[in-house]
């Protein structure tokens, strides 16, 4: 078996991944690394191949083709050997939820053959960590949706991973409940606990991650920090304005002559600009009255929309 990759080479390193069911192709050659101490993030829509990418990093689901090596070693090859060293949170909560907290958390120890010493002196910290304390001796049934979330990803913690994978980590929780579990990844990371995470919350993704891939249709189409990727495929400043639809057109008509970009939606013109102030200005010289006007900074959202579209997929 391969030597673990040493601290200043990357943990996980795929070229040319690709992944296919069938006549469909999920993952379409991309290439890509995660190093020590990072937590970078898989954006994109339903369909763009984010779960399939995480599952063949968590050695579930082999490549079709290309390569992918973790921890220096083939993913094709030694699976076993990785799995050990991964902490997983899936979508979906896959918790035993005729088990207490505590009884989860030791039983999916034993897998990895944690003494029962070691796993109780874990648990105790990992119950703590995630403000659960009080509810070790509660089933599972009686949690709510954040504190089975928080269990899932202590539980993926128990085996002390290099790496942890994260499939949508918050969807389906409350704001205060994200902020919890948005602090305790924050800590993880101070820990140097490398983290690979997908997410359709673009405040979680600028909050969380140093570094973003977009994906749309299996492919990588873009890649950066939240900055970079802002400053490369946004505009400092974004005006929206909305008007009386019999002004409509005249509107979107004259507006074009001020940017270089104008998405016109149902409900409001974009306008993507450096000054939003003058824009506006600009805009109230046309002499077309309007019923709403607001100036915001370009966004992680305008990256993704701009990359992988408006249109909705299933």
């Known amino acids: 078996m391969p030597a673990a990759s040493s601290a200043d080479e990357a943990l ?13 192709t999920s993952v ?3 290439s890509f690394e995660v190093d020590p101490g990072e937590t970078v993030g898989f954006l994109g829509p339903n369909g763009a191949g984010k779960s399939s990418t995480m599952r063949m990093i968590s050695c579930v689901s082999p490549p079709t083709e290309g ?43 034993r897998y990895f053959g944690i003494s029962r010493a070691d796993i109780r002196e874990r648990r105790s910290k990992l119950l703590d960590f995630i403000q659960l304390a009080d509810r070790a001796s509660a089933k599972v049934e009686a949690l709510s949706g954040g504190m089975r979330r928080r ?21 389906g929780l409350d704001p205060a409940a994200r902020h919890l579990v948005w602090e305790r990844l924050f800590q993880l990371k101070q820990r140097d606990v490398t983290q690979v995470l997908t ?26 920090t939240p900055a970079e990727l802002i400053a490369r495929h946004a505009t400092r400043e974004v005006l929206e304005v909305r008007c ?28 993507y600009v450096d000054d939003g102030d003058a824009a506006l ?34």
């Open 12 to 24: 996980v390193r795929a070229r040319g991944l690709t992944k296919k069911y069938g006549d469909f």
């Open 28 to 30: 379409a050659g991309t």
């Open 67 to 109: 390569s992918l090596s973790i921890f220096g070693m083939s993913a094709q090859k030694h699976g076993s050997a990785i799995r050990a060293r991964l902490g997983v949170v899936p979508q979906e909560d896959a918790l035993d939820t005729e088990l207490t907290v505590g009884e989860n958390l030791y039983v999916y120890g």
């Open 151 to 171: 269990l899932t990803i202590a539980r993926a913690l128990i085996n002390e991973p290099e790496i942890l994978l994260l499939d949508e980590p918050t969807t």
């Open 199 to 224: 997410t359709h919350y673009m405040d979680e993704a600028e909050q969380l991650c140093d570094r973003l891939m977009v994906m749309d249709r299996g492919r990588i189409v873009a890649e950066g």
């Open 244 to 271: 009386a639809d019999a002004d409509r057109d005249q509107l979107v008509e004259k507006a074009s002559r001020l940017t270089t970009r104008l998405e016109a939606l149902p409900d409001r013109l974009l306008l």
């Open 281 to 314: 200005g600009a805009v109230h010289g046309i002499g077309i009255r309007l019923t709403g006007a607001l100036v915001r900074r370009g966004s992680l959202e305008d990256v993704y929309l701009t990359l992988t579209g408006r249109a909705l997929v299933d």
